[in-house]
């Protein structure tokens, strides 16, 4: 594509892949989930090369930088040459993950499921609150 062409900040992130579809990707810029140099903006705002995006996908948020623009959602190893991640931002998403882990293993876990009458039991307990 070339840079006189204008694309949509909901597109490109669809083709960049960090949205499965462009809904999903209109809906997380509409929700604030999405800022672009530092700002909350729109689904049709064109973002640029050299842009700063900010955005959180599931549990983690990344901070990427535009390096091309596409309105074509392509191969992975193709989508990911459309940005470059910041090495601070991939730190953080590291330290993040090792937290979610290490307090996965801290949660209390039951040694075994309930069975159907211990599950009506449990069922009739939270009815009663």
Not at 45 to 59: A, M, N, Q
Not at 77 to 93: G, H, V
């Amino acid at each position: 594509m070339s840079n006189s062409e204008k694309i949509r900040l909901d597109k490109w992130l669809w083709a960049a892949r960090f949205y499965k579809t462009r809904g999903i990707a209109r809906e997380a810029v509409d929700g604030g989930k999405v800022h672009l140099n530092g700002q909350r903006c729109k689904p049709g705002k064109e973002p640029r090369e050299g842009d700063v995006i900010k955005l959180r996908t599931g549990w983690d948020e990344r901070v990427v930088v535009v390096k091309a623009l596409s309105d074509k959602r392509q191969k992975a190893e193709l989508a990911q040459q459309l940005y470059e991640e910041t090495p601070e931002s991939i730190q953080a998403r590291e330290e993040a993950a090792e937290n979610r882990k290490a307090l996965r293993g801290a949660m209390p876990r039951p040694d075994h499921r309930p069975d159907k009458k211990q599950r009506r039991e449990l069922m009739k307990h939270k009815a009663d609150y």
